[in-house]
């Protein structure tokens, strides 16, 4: 029998042998739920490793598709339905810029698979491919369309860039048998469409397609033109819009653009009371070119601003220089609807320029027309109430010509108003022109503006207006736009 020491004992050792145990299990329980976390946590990462491979792959596949549905597999430039998408969005991108669509195709393209044999025909079309390629930017795109057709989206540049293609482009392809020792010497068909403003607007690739395919056929059924332009005339449009847009800036260096003067007249007494300051460009190759060809192509391509700071600057320097001689005169200069921005400041510039060049405010006269109030109203409103608070004249362009000339004279401050003549042009009733132009007059001088009718043609006309109340004109009755020196003549006549 083991006394109580002993069994006290034996409790004891058997208590410490349990604790030590469940230490050992606790420890042993912490570690497996640790390696438990391991593993899963593992097995996430390779499950999301696993999920990013397989994304990747479907990224990589469907990118390997598109690429197949987008690009020709046989030239690598785009197919019909990735020319398609690219056109599209090139035109939505650049919408100021000027673009033809060319189709073309090899004349008896059929002979050379049959004569020469299909890897022959194949190394031309890959050829052809690769020269223009060469010679396209990323403004522009080529897709193959099917068998020998290719259509090419190309920005329209000068007639010496037209030549270079052909040189770099359409001559090499045509001689390539010939290049090669083979007496074949190949022909290319191409129908020229010149894509419109209203195409940039609705854009619809397959259509453009179809009417390059029209002018095609037209110059494949000839025999004898290698191509045909769909609509020829905005293709000499389009050379225009190219020509202005590229040469503006050297023209502005060069001297190339001049500042002509059209002298205004009180009709009454005789006496040279002031000019309107126009723009004239004298361009290398096309010749003199008039503000209603580039004046609106510099518009919307946003150009304008350029030209009109040249123009304001050029006139400040002649006055400046007639104030020299002693000569104060007065100059009406044009601000386009399109100057005015919220980010520019119109009236500041005039400003520093009658500092910059010691004139008198009143020397310059700021013609606005109601296209602008139409766009920016409030903008203009507070550009004319500033230029009125720095001295200068503001001027309404063209009043009666447009359709809010009314509500633009409520609220806009200006001090002069031109008044268009197109009510006493010869079409329409005259005597109702009349009436409108005789009330017009009289409701001008109501709202104590100054007035001056601009396009007076005939005598017949400069005698109404006298009758009416309106002495001051502007028009080729009088005189038309000149040169500075001749204005000059003219004013030291007086």
């Not at 001088?445 to 109340?469: H, K, P």
């Amino acid at each position: 029998m083991l006394s109580l020491a002993g069994k006290g004992a034996i409790m004891s050792f058997v208590r410490g042998d349990l604790e030590r145990y469940r230490g050992f299990e606790e420890v042993m329980s912490g570690k497996i739920l640790v390696l438990l976390i391991l593993i899963i946590a593992a097995a996430l990462v390779a499950v999301v490793i696993a999920a990013m491979k397989v994304k990747a792959v479907r990224r990589e596949n469907e990118e390997r598709m598109q690429m197949l549905i987008n690009h020709d597999p046989l030239t690598g430039v785009l197919s019909l339905d990735g020319f398609r998408r690219r056109a599209e969005e090139l035109l939505r991108t650049y919408p100021d810029t000027p673009y033809f669509l060319s189709y073309n195709n090899i004349r008896d393209f059929k002979y050379i698979n049959d004569s020469l044999g299909r890897e022959a025909g194949d190394e031309l079309l890959r050829f052809w491919a690769q020269k223009s390629r060469a010679e396209l930017t990323d403004e522009e795109a080529i897709g193959r369309i099917d068998g020998d057709h290719f259509a090419v989206l190309r920005r329209i540049e000068s007639d010496e860039k037209m030549q270079q293609d052909r040189e770099n482009v359409l001559d090499p392809v045509m001689n390539y048998f010939v290049d090669r020792g083979k007496d074949y010497r190949m022909k290319i068909c191409s129908g020229i469409y010149v894509v419109t403003a209203k195409d940039f607007r609705d854009i619809d690739v397959d259509h453009m397609l179809d009417l390059a395919r029209v002018a095609e056929k037209r110059a494949r059924d000839s025999r004898t033109l290698d191509f045909e332009f769909y609509n020829p005339e905005q293709w000499e449009k389009g050379k225009l819009i190219a020509d202005v847009i590229n040469f503006l800036p050297g023209a502005i260096q060069s001297g190339d653009l001049q500042i002509w003067y059209q002298p205004q007249v009180n009709y009454e007494t005789g006496e040279m009371i002031g000019a309107e300051a126009l723009c004239r460009w004298d361009h290398d190759k096309l010749g003199w070119i008039y503000p209603p060809e580039f004046i609106e192509i510099l518009e919307e391509s946003g150009l304008i601003y350029d030209l009109d700071c040249y123009v304001w600057d050029m006139v400040c320097q002649d006055l400046a220089r007639w104030n020299k001689e002693g000569k104060h005169r007065s100059i009406s200069v044009n601000v386009s609807r399109c100057d005015f921005q919220e980010d520019r400041d119109i009236p500041g510039q005039f400003r520093d320029l009658a500092k910059k060049y010691g004139l008198i405010p009143d020397q310059l006269r700021v013609e606005i027309t109601e296209t602008a109030y139409a766009d920016h109203p409030e903008v203009l409103i507070g550009s004319t109430k500033r230029l009125r608070e720095y001295g200068f004249q503001v001027e309404m362009d063209d009043f009666g010509s447009g359709n809010s000339s009314l509500h633009m004279l409520k609220e806009v401050p200006v001090d002069r108003i031109k008044l268009d003549l197109h009510f006493l042009t010869e079409s329409g009733d005259q005597e109702k022109g009349r009436i409108i132009l005789s009330n017009m007059i009289q409701m001008v001088d109501s709202l104590g503006m100054d007035l001056i009718a601009e396009g007076v043609e005939t005598a017949e006309q400069a005698d109404f207006l006298l009758s009416r109340g309106c002495p001051r004109m502007q028009g080729f009755y009088f005189y038309r736009p000149m040169p500075a020196s001749e204005y000059e003549k003219a004013c030291d006549k007086q």
